[in-house]
């Protein structure tokens, strides 16, 4: 595992050995700045970053970084990205029509028109959905509407390697209203003028071609590398922790909190910002809040949340109660786009302090979980973590305490392993054609 900062950018690589050679796996993401600043900064910050040029660099210093004696061996290519995160560019060109939307970006201004058109409570019926970015950018536009294309964060980065525009995987696809267990886009969306962006889908792991000659020769990797269909960050940490059976949760403690349980039923409700993509016959029923690791680190450095955590007691109760957020804003376990951070009073101890932040999420996710079998979802009975925040033990004992579960670290906690598997089928599938 690599991992590299660029310009506002996290991204990793993953190296897995296979018969047929080694698979590259890529997980991109945003970052948030580890010093402290005001959200207006923060949003600012956001703003300012030019985040395609950013994720670009970011992606080709990582292939530049792949040790030149194993690039001969690398077999397939694969990305997970941040649902959500909406890019709209020219399908002749490939260029960018408009900055893109971030993931927890909100356009409450579209909301309403989608509802209107999509089934109650539908999955898109979000200002964070990507179709309500979709419906906010064709509402402002009126000049490039013929020639655009709407692609997601992993579907452009693996644009990039492949050269085939207009391509995507029906994990990224579900928040722009395509349905996974019909395997088509829905009448009521096909039937609306700005359809016509919506890129074409397949499964997951889902061989595209081969890389590109140019990146091929310049990087010395094999004629026959191919590269494939991606994921979300938060399917692929699901994909990395090897839960098989029904019940089987995976917890994502990363800049936000996303939970996803392993269920025969297949969920989903707006109101409170459920969702179930499919994973083979099986559904991975979930939702991501934002609350996370982004907010500790707006408050905490790594080294101080390193050492206060050795000194919490996992076994108290805290007094605080807290609803961590970065930002005005939440998408589950409750879809409130006016909803407050909370992260006062603060106690003039640190570690008090971190302590009710770190019992504050755990109870978000516990109320998550709940919701999820209130709602006829299979009933959790362990829970894997994965991201960031797996590394801290004292919080996995926190949460195993508020949860009444056993929680335990995954024993791959990278998303990017999750990507692997995936690019695993990619290849297999096409060593099998030969």
Sequence with gaps: MMCRWVSGCILEW??????????????????????????????KTEESIDWLRSWKVTLFSLL?????????????????????????????????????????????????????????????????????????WWNIEGENRESALLLHQADWLLWLLHGKLGLSDYNNALKVGYDPELESYPPWLLSQPYSQLLPSVQAPGTSIGYL????????????????????????????????????????????????????????????????????????????????????????????????LSEHIDPMEVSPLDYYPLQVVGERFPVADPKMVPRLH????????????????????????????????AAQVDEVFTAGGGAKNEKWTKIRERVLGLPVSRAIQ?????????????????????Q
């Design 64 to 136: 530049e970084a792949v040790p030149v004696n194993l690039r001969p061996l690398i077999a397939s290519i694969s990305i997970d990205g941040t649902s959500a995160t909406t890019i709209i560019i020219d399908s002749n060109s490939g260029e960018p029509l408009w900055r893109p939307f971030l993931y927890n970006e909100s356009c409450p201004d579209a909301l309403p028109v989608v509802k209107s058109i999509a089934p109650a409570n539908h999955t898109v019926c979000s200002g964070t959905s990507t179709l309500c970015k979709l419906v906010s």
């Design 345 to 376: 009073p603060r106690p003039q101890s640190d570690v008090e302090y971190l302590h009710g932040i770190l019992e504050s999420i755990a109870r978000i996710e516990a109320k998550g979980y709940s919701l999820l079998k209130d709602m006829g």
């Design 413 to 433: 906690t990278e998303a990017a392993y999750g990507a692997a598997l995936l690019a695993l089928k990619g290849a297999q599938a096409q060593h099998n054609e």
């Design 14 to 43: 993953t190296l897995v050995l296979l018969e047929q050679g080694l698979l590259l796996l890529i997980k991109m993401g945003q970052f948030f700045p580890k010093e402290r600043k005001s959200i207006q900064n923060l949003r």
């Design 212 to 307: 590109k000659e140019g990146i091929r020769t310049e990087f010395g990797f094999p004629k026959d590398c191919v590269v494939c269909t991606g994921t979300t960050d938060s399917i692929a940490a699901f994909l990395a922790a090897r839960a098989t059976e029904p019940g089987k949760a995976v917890t994502s403690l990363g800049s936000t909190l996303a939970i996803k349980l392993l269920s025969t039923s297949r969920i989903e409700d707006a109101r409170f910002g459920v969702y179930s993509h499919r994973l083979d016959d099986k559904w991975l029923v979930g939702g991501a809040s934002n609350t996370g690791g982004a907010v500790l680190r707006q408050i905490f450095t790594d080294e101080q949340l390193e050492k």
